[in-house]
């Protein structure tokens, strides 16, 4: 049963950039699915950010590709989140997740990593 | 902003039945998926695709889908069924979008 699981610094300062990893345990990330982060700001909803193939094919959120790197480490079963330039508006619970299904017109998120909070503060 | 649109909140009667909407245009060319989430958790899939159930997910929870609006379905809805949920699809562009959520009380 395939698990993830977030980890990175809690607080980074204004103009910084913030740095997540998720590790995939369980199974491998080479598999036939699209690895994904969303996050979600205190008290708001779900926003995705973007998501990676294991090949290193990325899609991103237009609304923030230009700040947003998402990469993957085969050798170490784990993908990686990068956003620059950050704000108190990007104050939020982010989380990985993996998309399954194969249709570009039926797709999902499951499962889902735990979440961490990421702070953005000086 | 998200193209796809929730009520913010709905309230159900213990053991009544509940309909949950999600509307956008895209839905006629893409199936939504459905995310029940707890205070305090992470979100987890309850309704895939046409109407699929991951396993442990109870037969309570069903989803359809109507023109440019998809539907969770709560039949029976029991106390640990309160929850905010959100629909997921693609926007007009293809990227991925949440729907705005829904706040459901069990009362």
């Known amino acids: 049963q395939v698990q993830l699981q977030e980890s990175g610094p809690g607080l980074v300062k204004p103009s910084g950039t913030l740095s997540l990893t998720c590790a995939v345990s369980?199974?491998?990330?080479?598999?036939?699915?699209?690895w994904s982060w969303v996050r979600q700001p205190p008290g708001k909803g779900l926003e995705w950010i973007g998501e990676?193939?294991?090949?290193?094919?990325?899609n991103y959120n237009p609304s923030l590709k230009s700040r947003v790197t998402i990469s993957v480490d085969k050798s170490k079963n784990q993908f990686s989140l990068k956003l620059s330039s950050v704000t108190a508006a990007d104050t939020a619970v982010y989380y990985c997740?993996?998309?399954?299904?194969?249709?570009?017109?039926?797709?999902?998120?499951?499962?889902w990593g735990q979440g961490t909070l990421v702070t953005v503060s000086s | 902003s998200s193209e796809l649109t929730q009520d913010p909140a709905v309230s159900v009667a213990l053991g009544q039945t509940v309909r949950i909407t999600c509307q956008g245009d895209?839905?006629?060319?893409?199936?939504a998926s459905w995310y029940q989430q707890k205070p305090g958790q992470a979100p987890v899939l309850v309704i895939y695709?046409?109407?699929n159930r991951p396993s442990g997910i109870p037969d309570r929870f069903s989803g359809s889908s109507s023109g440019n609006t998809a539907s969770l379905t709560i039949t029976g809805a029991q106390a640990e069924d309160e929850a905010d949920y959100y629909c997921?699809?693609?926007?007009?562009?293809?990227?991925?979008?949440f729907g705005t959520g829904t706040k459901v009380t069990v009362l």
């Open positions: 997740a993996r998309v399954k299904g194969i249709q570009l017109w039926n797709n999902w998120f499951d499962p």
């Open positions: 369980g199974g491998s990330i080479s598999s036939s699915n699209w």
């Open positions: 990676i193939y294991h090949s290193g094919s990325t």
């Open positions: 895209s839905l006629r060319s893409y199936y």
């Open positions: 695709g046409k109407n």
């Open positions: 997921n699809s693609r926007d007009s562009s293809g990227n991925r979008v």
